[in-house]
């Protein structure tokens, strides 16, 4: 059965203070890793894939990695607008994306 | 742009009542999903589909039931509503049958509360 644990549950910062999000995975032959951002009140909007450890991928201040057993979403210089539900997700032995149960980000002003 | 609507953003019901949930995409997308998402436990896959008349149930589907007649219509059908299925439900979909590569484009949600 495929897993994914997202840390921590929830992160304030500073504008500005960069940090990352954790998702940890468990999975049967990985085919694909999804980053998600989810604002209150809306449905989760897409924002990576990544396919294989040590792939890297870069939008603006987000930067996601992967490795073997994890990936991890960098956020560099937040910004207030940054702050939303971010979600991880694994495609794996099973025909479904599997979703961890997402880090609550806010960056104050 | 992808857009992916679903018919109502709240709705209040009693428990014993079925309950419609519409979606619909307007990108020719072979696959659609329907999930619940509550807090602490992410999202939960109830039903998806892979074309017309064609449904698979996922991890969750007890309680529910779904209906794909048209390409860019998936129903989501709760026979008798119980308190339990108070949730988010969330309705997207995606084009291509390599699920490894393609994009799940999701809709705004249905929040429903079954008193």
């Known amino acids: 059965e495929d897993q994914v644990t997202q840390s921590p549950e929830a992160l304030r910062l500073q504008e500005g203070e960069s940090s990352s999000l954790n998702c940890s995975y468990t999975v049967s032959g990985l085919r694909g890793l999804f980053w998600y951002r989810q604002d209150p009140g809306k449905g989760p909007e897409f924002l990576f894939t990544?396919?294989?450890a040590g792939e890297e991928k870069e939008k603006e201040r987000l930067k996601a990695t992967l490795t073997k057993k994890e990936s991890f979403l960098h956020i560099t210089a937040p910004k207030p607008e940054d702050s939303a539900t971010y979600l991880c997700?694994?495609?794996?032995?099973?025909?479904?994306?599997?979703f961890g149960s997402g880090t609550q980000l806010t960056v104050l002003p | 742009d992808v857009k992916v609507t679903q018919s109502s953003r709240y709705l209040v019901k009693r428990t014993g009542e079925k309950v419609f949930l519409e979606c619909v995409q307007d990108?020719?997308?072979?696959?659609m999903f329907w999930y619940r998402q509550d807090p602490g436990l992410g999202l939960r896959l109830i039903y998806f589909s892979y074309d017309v008349k064609m449904k698979e149930k996922g991890d969750i589907p007890e309680g529910y039931s779904v209906s794909r007649e048209k390409k860019e219509r998936f129903s989501l059908i709760l026979e008798s509503a119980s308190t339990n299925q108070t949730s988010m439900y969330l309705c997207?979909?995606?084009?291509?049958?390599?699920?490894?590569?393609?994009?799940?484009?999701f809709g705004a949600g249905t929040r429903l509360s079954v008193l």
């Open positions: 990544l396919y294989s």
């Open positions: 997207a979909s995606s084009f291509a049958r390599s699920l490894a590569k393609n994009i799940q484009y």
């Open positions: 997700a694994v495609y794996g032995s099973a025909r479904q994306l599997t």
């Open positions: 990108m020719d997308h072979e696959n």
